[in-house]
């Protein structure tokens, strides 16, 4: 064949090739286009350079709403101040700490950076519908600003997003509204013997009028008859926001927290303790080297709670130090009086003893006060579940007034040390959509309750405890829940498996709850609720919600007490009305 025939009829074919490879490429990539869709963030704010951002299936602000409103009448009090710079400042690191801290519970690491030359585009293939585009808190004029805005997606569509100064989210004026809806804390009535009552308000009075305070603790805890663990630890404070505590365990230091004023800074000299949850591996990476830091707010933190954090043996101090800088006792509004239990020497001194009684004697904190300075000598705290629960502290060195240097509460981590944070509790609920594991228990009517007995019903499950303050607040809201909405389908199961049946008995009667509630304290509850429904072992809290639909599957999962209003929000995506 001719040469010059052969080199059209190849280039056509070469050509033809071309030409459906690149039809068959174009259809693939209609496809693909079809599957996902796009959300395009563009900056254009002129003094704001970069926002960190996600994309969110919900919407943020009743979060944000709820952390302001739990903060109750202390948080405004604590703004009810007249110098205006403080006030703005406070004001201001409230509002960040909350939408960011919200931010970070609802986002975990699905965070991104949009700038001004670089917009930020996500390309997703999840589900569409309504979205939210929320950004963390960033600074303009020294004050925090935020954005929180709805868009529709749907499959194959591009929505581009111009953040500008117009369309902010209102951060100020909903925080603002939120205090202004918070009822005026009424003063603290003496309750119990005012003569022990005196002695308490001493105690707090020296600790909080004190411009330093250092002691030392034996810190010893477990069941009341059993062979106790024991700690030390020594705390520094110093006015106005600064703390130290070094807790040994057997002579060894294990743990130290440094609040600097501005951060809480908490590591582990030698390793990290493994958690349960984490894997091997990952722990052995970075036991060694690893630190966590939070945000640290004068009055508004709990150097208590954060030694819970700690994981080696200590959780939570019987008196609250964080007193000493003003944050309130978290139980105040729990407390059913307080009692003279006579007086005592203890290491030569003599001591005024107290018995302070919360939730209708479910706790109770032993004081001996020294008649010197008013302070503790030595604490002791029962908690009564289905055994007692005791932690004695022995106080030593007990001095205040003292100068301590800053450099006390400053520390720095090494460069090759990263930054670490135990999940979050949510993270070990069951996901939507998942089967609810089964269970059959007595009622305290009496009567078997199986969950599996309950589907074409919508059922809520509420596990929680009686020394729980949330969960006693959350109790009449969902007996009003249960009584409005059970001839609709809806069932709500209370669930206890920490407490003494006569103690549950007395909270419900006292409220007359007639949903049914299953209180039982063996290892196959406690398996249910810290196994099955908690995949995070020692990361839970109560009370914890399930709401599970009529084929038994989990619709949604929360913790925290709730009252009413979100649970309706739910309920309505199951078909009650």
Known sequence: MNKRRIFPILALLIGFFVFILH????????????????VRVKLEVPNLTAVQLSVLDEDPVSRFKERVAEAGPFLKNWLDITDQEEKEKRRNHVMEINWDDGF????????????????????????????????????IDENPVCWAIPVEVEKGEKVEVILTKDN??????????????????????????????????????????????????????????????INTYKIWMKKPNYTRLEVKRDGELKAVIVGDGKYFWTYWPNKRPHWSWEDSTEHAKTCSTSYMVERSLKGFNS????????????????????????????????????F???????????????????????????????????????????????????????????????????EKFTWQAPDHWTEWQPPHMEEGLLKAGTDAPEFEFQTI????????DL???????????????????????????????????????????????????????EHSVTYPNIVNVSEDARKIQHKQYNTLRGQAAVPLNYLIDRDGKVVDAWYGFNDGESILKALLKVGIE
């Open 23 to 38: 039809a068959e490429i174009d259809a693939q990539n209609e496809v693909i286009k079809k599957r996902i869709w796009q």
């Open 104 to 139: 970070k519970y609802v986002t975990g690491d699905e965070v991104w950076l949009a700038t001004k030359d670089d917009p930020f585009r996500l390309n997703s293939s999840h589900p569409g519908g309504k979205k939210w585009v929320v950004t963390k808190t960033a600074n």
């Open 168 to 229: 902010m989210f209102p951060l100020a004026s909903i925080f603002d509204e939120v205090i202004a809806e918070i009822s005026e804390e009424e003063p603290l009535e003496p309750k119990g013997e005012p003569e022990a009552y005196a002695l308490y308000e001493q105690m707090i009075e020296a600790m909080r009028n004190a411009k330093t305070m250092y002691y030392e603790s034996e810190y010893e805890w477990g069941r009341e008859g059993e062979e106790l663990r």
């Open 303 to 338: 150097i208590a709670h954060l030694t819970s954090k700690l994981d080696v043996g200590m959780s939570m101090t019987i008196i609250e130090p964080s007193v000493f800088h003003g944050s309130p006792d978290a139980l105040i509004e729990y407390m059913d009086g307080v």
């Open 340 to 406: 003279s239990v006579g007086s005592e020497k203890v290491n030569g001194e003599e001591c005024d003893v107290i018995e302070v009684s919360y939730m209708d004697h479910q706790r109770s904190k032993y004081y001996w006060l020294s008649k010197k300075d008013h302070l503790p000598r030595k604490l002791k705290q029962v908690v009564r579940v289905e055994y007692d629960l005791v932690v004695y502290e022995l106080w030593s060195d007990v001095v205040t007034d003292i100068e301590i240097s800053d």
């Open 445 to 452: 009517d009496g009567s078997m309750l199986k969950l599996s």
């Open 455 to 509: 589907r074409g019903k919508i059922v809520l499950i509420n596990f929680w405890r009686v020394g729980c303050p949330p969960c006693r607040e959350e109790i009449p809201h969902l007996e009003k829940l249960y009584n409005e909405y059970k001839d609709k389908g809806l069932v709500v199961i209370g669930f206890n498996s920490s407490d003494d049946l006569d103690i549950t008995l007395e909270l419900l009667e």
